[in-house]
């Protein structure tokens, strides 16, 4: 699909994570990261598995650092600096991150994202680990960090409280050059920014050409939902069953004059491999009625239609789904004639 940086495990963490990140690396052409703490073990394994890319990380928050990894902060820039050095030592990429960084002390972010430039680190990333940032607070902090560094810098947000996509749209108005994502928006607790999410805003409302072929997004979300069993709730946004569906009587006649009139434009089902679909329920209308039962064959007058459409709200209050047999079964029971077939 184009996907430019695939971070594809823990290689320290497992004999099976570590073949998994190898055989990723083998495999593809995009570039691929393990991921490793500040350890020396952790960086080992991650520079053994083949990753052409080691991103470390290491707790900057006070919380953090006392709490988790009962450490001080100097002891944090320490290994830090070690840990990039390390794998720059190693001929390979380095990322680094400093973990929590939107609960951190600004002064001490700052200080050590100086001190890891200086030990030329090529991308620092910017964690909102635990989803608190806000769209203007996150994208000042990411503009800090891009003044204080020569280093390319990357985004990675939560969803906690919605803000996700947001924030790292937001990292790219203020200097990020990249974006840690996740297909469907699956990771810890309410999840990451969604791949398909941050793509489609970032190519149709901000118009950047991304190099990613959106057309598989949906075969992509099917696939990632299947193999985590995490199902994609119905209105998640580009790629939920019901992102290109209508029902309303005045979306569902708008959309067929022009799709414009009740979609973004800008995005397309056609765009991610997707279709659109009239549903059927207690807000659908006559156009819509008529669309269904006119490509099931009949030829229905206006009170036919008015008719059928009655049925169609009644079952549809009742919390029942109207499906295009239901439709043609009404039609057959209010009498609708079929249109007769033309054979030459």
């Known amino acids: 699909m184009g996907t430019h940086v695939i971070e594809a495990g823990f290689p320290v963490n497992s004999e099976a994570e570590f073949e998994a990140v190898s055989d990723i690396a083998a495999a593809t052409d995009a570039t691929v990261c393990g991921l490793a703490r500040v350890v020396d073990k952790d960086v080992e394994a991650a520079i053994d598995s083949g990753a052409e890319m080691v991103h470390v990380f290491v707790s900057t928050s006070d919380v953090q650092l006392e709490d988790s990894m009962h450490a001080t902060r100097e002891d944090a820039v320490e290994r830090a600096v070690d ?35 200086a030990a030329d680190v090529d991308w620092i990333n910017i964690p909102d680990t635990c989803g608190v940032g806000t769209p203007t607070a ?68 901000y118009g950047v050409d991304t190099g990613i072929d959106t057309t598989k997004i949906i075969d992509l979300s099917r696939i990632v939902e299947d193999a985590s069993d995490i199902p994609v709730p119905a209105n998640k946004p580009v790629v939920g069953r019901n992102a290109f569906s209508h029902e309303s009587g005045i979306h569902a006649a708008g959309v067929m004059e022009n799709a414009d009139t009740f979609e973004p434009g800008v995005m397309t089902p056609e765009m991610v491999g997707a279709e659109r679909e009239f549903v059927l329920g207690k807000h659908t209308g006559t156009h819509a009625v008529r669309k269904h039962l006119t490509e099931a064959g009949f030829a229905p007058t206006d009170a036919e239609v008015r008719a059928v459409t009655k049925r169609v709200k009644k079952q549809g209050a009742n919390k029942r789904r109207v499906t295009a047999g239901d439709v043609e079964r009404f039609a057959e029971e209010e009498g609708i004639e079929r249109r007769e077939e033309v054979t030459v």
């Open 83 to 117: 840990s990039v050095r390390r794998v720059k030592e190693a001929g390979v990429e380095c990322m680094f991150s400093p973990m929590d960084a939107t609960r951190t002390d600004p002064e001490f972010l700052m200080e050590i994202v100086e001190a890891v430039s």
């Open 138 to 205: 996150f994208g000042k902090t990411v503009e800090a960090v891009v003044e204080a560094t020569d280093a390319r810098v990357d985004v990675h947000t939560h969803d906690d409280f919605g803000l996700a996509t947001a924030n790292a749209l937001a990292g790219f108005e203020n200097g990020a050059h990249q974006a840690q994502v996740s297909v469907n928006g699956i990771g810890e607790r309410a999840g990451n920014a969604a791949y398909e999410e941050v793509v489609m805003a970032a190519e149709s409302v």
